[in-house]
Nanobody, 123 residues
């Protein structure tokens, strides 16, 4: 069982940066792949980024490459999403996710979800 709690969301101006964090419970965190999704108002949830257990694989949505970076700290049971050059279209609820296989996260079928954190980018 894995419990995920996101933090770091908020209001930021266009061009600004935010760093989201996800704290995971459980002694087996280092064996899980982790990821981030987002859901904008009126839209479906979409994949943002994922990272495998040892950070050797870090797929990111094509449209976000160059602006978003995912990282993890297995010693602290944390995963982070660094978001730079934010745009109004990045406004969404961002969700942390976990699965033993990074491919399942990329496919949009992780086994565990956080409750989400709101990111709002003002123009």
């Amino acid at each position: 069982q894995v419990q995920l709690v996101e933090s770091g969301g908020g209001l930021v101006q266009t061009g600004g940066s935010l760093r989201l964090s996800c704290a995971a419970s459980g002694r087996t965190f280092s064996t899980y792949a982790m990821g981030w999704f987002r859901q904008a108002p009126g839209k479906e949830r979409e994949f943002v980024a994922a990272i495998n257990w040892n950070a050797g694989t870090t797929p990111i949505a094509d449209s976000l490459k160059g602006r978003f970076t995912i990282s993890r700290d297995n010693a602290k049971n944390m995963v982070h999403l660094q978001m730079n050059s934010l745009k109004p279209e990045d406004t969404a609820v961002y969700y942390c996710a976990a699965h033993l296989q990074v491919a399942q996260i990329v496919a949009g079928t992780p086994g565990y979800w956080g409750q989400g954190t709101q990111v709002t980018v003002s123009s």
